[in-house]
């Protein structure tokens, strides 16, 4: 038993192996879970969402590019292998405040429009996720239609708020 430690001190100072940095009780992992689900829930990551949820976690939760990409690995894991929203809504309901649950589904809304679009499957995929976070209707609809706002079509057109 030692010597496993000493092996794993040993590669951990050496530059080898090291621990996740996100355990899986970290609000961060649930977050970024949610994001990869909104990202795949329309069977497609296209490469504007791939871009903006990179560019969301990077930024949001301060990290580097190896963070962010380890966080991203972890979290498509982590996705994949979930039954439902439950267990990361669980988790961000005791982790964040009333703000920072709002702000999950305003980065949601980010997910979905990056790619220009929006889908009836991405909408149920929100109106859920606000619901068990918690986010009230209107402050969610609030949230849509400022994101919707902020992003336009290919021709410069501002998207419709309409599915």
Known sequence: MFEAFRHFVTDFVEGGKHPSQFAEDDYRLAAAALLVHC?????????????????????????SDTATAELIEKATVAEHEA???????????????????????EMMWEIVYA???????EDNLLWRAADLL???????IELRQRIAGKASMPGGE?????P
């Open 134 to 140: 918690g986010v009230p209707p209107r402050e969610r």
């Open 83 to 105: 039954v439902d929203l439950y267990h990361f809504t669980h988790l961000l309901n005791r982790a964040l405040d009333e703000a920072g649950r709002a702000k999950i589904i």
């Open 39 to 63: 990202a795949a829930i329309d069977g497609e990551v296209s490469e504007p969402e791939r871009q903006k949820l990179y560019a969301l976690i990077k930024q949001r939760f301060n990290l």
């Open 115 to 121: 790619d220009g679009s929006r889908d009836e499957l």
């Open 158 to 162: 501002p998207l419709t708020d309409e």
